[in-house]
């Protein structure tokens, strides 16, 4: 996403009164180091100073693995609407450091790697973002029920079962459009091909996920 496309978006977002606007790193040309990428969102933030800005940390998908905390450090005196960071990365010590610099700020930190959230709950995050919640929102929140009151067995296992889908389906090949068919296959309702360069995924891929997940809730 171009620096222009991103400002547009974010004019758009302010015009139709969205409460806030995310922006990942660009990832044809990247960004050199956190400087340069603390300057893309504080341009794309001035296209829309009112509204809270998250940076969206997606390293696997942008190919941009520069610490998230150094992009967070001082970001608050050039963009003062920053509100916080969506964390899709691994590094949980680079996590837990933008929990930590957030505390004092009152952002939010959510995360978004769902068969590692427990790790994320423990160091404080606010909130999770992610593609299994589109079907196992309801076990998620059993999950941060049983955290918030103590339940280390119960959320361990629930967490365990999460981990336990998600490595079947990696080990079919998950991605984006093979997520989507299971949605598709899990809630009923069609979503539809995903677009090019992404491939359909084969109905019995999804429905091999589509099971696991059937077996993992009807058996809590
Ligand atoms: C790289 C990726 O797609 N990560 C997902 C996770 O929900 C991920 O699918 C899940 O943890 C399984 O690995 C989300 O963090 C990202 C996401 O849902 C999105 O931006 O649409």
Redesign the pocket.
């Known amino acids: 996403m171009s620096i222009k496309d991103s400002q547009e978006l974010a004019r758009h977002a302010a015009s139709i009164g969205a409460d806030g606007i995310s922006v990942i790193s660009p990832s044809y040309f990247k960004p050199i180091n956190a400087d340069a990428l603390r300057l893309f969102i504080k341009e794309v933030s001035a296209s829309a100073p009112d509204l809270p800005m998250y940076y969206y940390h997606?390293p696997?998908?942008t190919g941009v693995a520069l610490e998230a905390a150094d992009v967070l450090n001082g970001i608050e005196r050039e963009i003062p609407s920053f509100q916080g960071v969506k964390y899709?990365g691994t590094d949980l010590r680079d996590l837990g450091q933008c929990v930590c610099y957030s505390q004092s700020r009152d952002w939010s930190v959510l995360y978004?790697?769902?068969?590692q959230l427990l790790g994320a709950l423990v160091l404080g995050v606010h909130g999770a973002?992610?593609?299994?919640y589109n079907y196992l929102g309801h076990i998620v929140n059993q999950m941060l029920s049983a955290f918030n009151n103590g339940n280390h067995t119960q959320t361990r296992a629930l967490q365990f079962g999460f981990m336990e889908v998600?490595t079947f389906a990696r080990t079919l090949g998950?991605d984006?459009s093979v997520?989507k068919q299971v949605m598709s296959e899990v809630s009923g309702l069609p979503m539809g091909p995903p677009r090019l360069p992404l491939l359909p995924c084969p109905v019995s891929k999804a429905q091999a996920i589509a099971q696991k997940i059937h077996n993992f809730t009807q058996g809590l």
């Open positions: 997606l696997g998908m899709s978004g790697v769902d068969e973002v992610g593609s299994t998600i998950f984006v997520n």
